[in-house]
């Protein structure tokens, strides 16, 4: 018995890569200091890597929030405490955990915790100091990790926009085939979830406000543009979905579906109203309309991926 082993078609992610260089560039530069920890500042570099570099700023705002509340609650807890008892160490970190939620910075719990526990169960001699010195080093990581990622091809997810809507393209003559001339309920829920994450890439889309001001705002009116049209193709379809009695297809539209390599056996009579026949033409051309015009305003070729070199040829004068 063979054991099938799984096949990776593409290579790893950018960020991977760039998150890796931002970490090895961190531990570089603290062990050149006997006082830098090397730890926080692979931390910090690891944690500021994120989609967009609006994110990464987010996350270092919040990182730094973590170290200095960890630091002060770790000096306040050892001033009155001295080295604090189990309990105490367990309350405040439930006290922890509330006080980040209230602020709306659930990442900064594990770090602020973190920094809590090293300066109450291990106390040094100068606590301030080692506040200090943790405060930087996850600075140093925080800061490296940031410029990697606005210098190392910044996050793009255009592609990626791209390929869903194709992907809803693509869906449309199985689902049209299925419906209207089988007469079959065919299953949505592709569909759907295609557009989900479409939605949530164009959230991301417009959270890349850093060095691309001035064509985003173009560019998102764009997508989201595409984004009605995707979602008209599905409320057509649902509408012809939602129908008791589906009518007879019109003439002009099997020249349509059969453009679109929709296979037709020979057009039978359907026992429908005329009213049927209407309602389910007058949707089914509104849905190949929209999938005209979306296939339209897409490019022929989505753009490269960051591993797909392209050769340029230099033009003789």
Not at 53 to 78: F, P
Not at 128 to 135: H, N, V
Not at 228 to 239: D, F, N, P, Y
Request: charged share 25%.
């Amino acid at each position: 018995m063979t054991r099938k082993f799984p096949k990776f078609h593409k290579p790893f992610g950018l960020r991977t890569v760039k998150t890796a260089i931002a970490v090895t560039l961190a531990v570089l530069l603290t062990r050149c200091f006997s006082t830098a920890s090397s730890f926080y500042a692979a931390l910090g570099a690891m944690t500021a890597m994120d989609r967009t570099i609006s994110d990464s700023l987010k996350n270092c705002a919040t990182q730094l929030v973590g170290v200095i509340l960890g630091g002060v609650i770790g000096y306040l807890i050892v001033l009155a405490f001295g080295l604090p008892q189990a309990w105490i160490v367990g309350l405040v970190t439930v006290l922890m955990i509330v006080l980040c939620n209230r602020l709306k910075m659930p990442y900064a719990i594990s770090l602020s915790c973190i920094v809590m526990f090293s300066i109450c169960l291990e106390p040094g001699d100068s606590i301030l100091y080692e506040t200090f010195c943790r405060l930087r080093d996850t600075s140093i990581g925080l800061l490296l990790g940031v410029v990697v990622n606005i210098t190392v091809r910044p996050y793009n997810n255009t592609r990626r926009i791209i390929s869903l809507l194709q992907r809803v393209i693509d869906l449309v003559p199985q689902l049209v085939q299925s419906s209207v001339l089988h007469e079959k309920y065919p299953d949505l829920r592709p569909m759907e979830a295609q557009l989900e994450e479409l939605a949530k890439e164009i959230r991301v889309f417009r959270r890349q406000r850093f060095l691309r001001r001035k064509k985003l705002q173009y560019d998102a009116v764009y997508f989201e543009g595409c984004q009605q049209l995707a979602l008209r193709i599905h409320q057509e379809l649902s509408a012809i979905c939602c129908m008791d009695t589906f009518g007879n297809v019109g003439v002009e539209n099997r020249k349509r579906l059969s453009e679109l390599g929709i296979r037709q056996d020979e057009p039978e009579k359907r026992k429908c109203t005329k009213h049927d026949t209407i309602v389910m033409n007058y949707h089914l051309e509104k849905l190949l309309d929209a999938r005209k015009y979306l296939q339209q305003l897409l490019p022929d070729q989505p753009p490269a991926r960051w591993w797909q070199f392209r050769r340029t040829r230099r033009v003789k004068r």
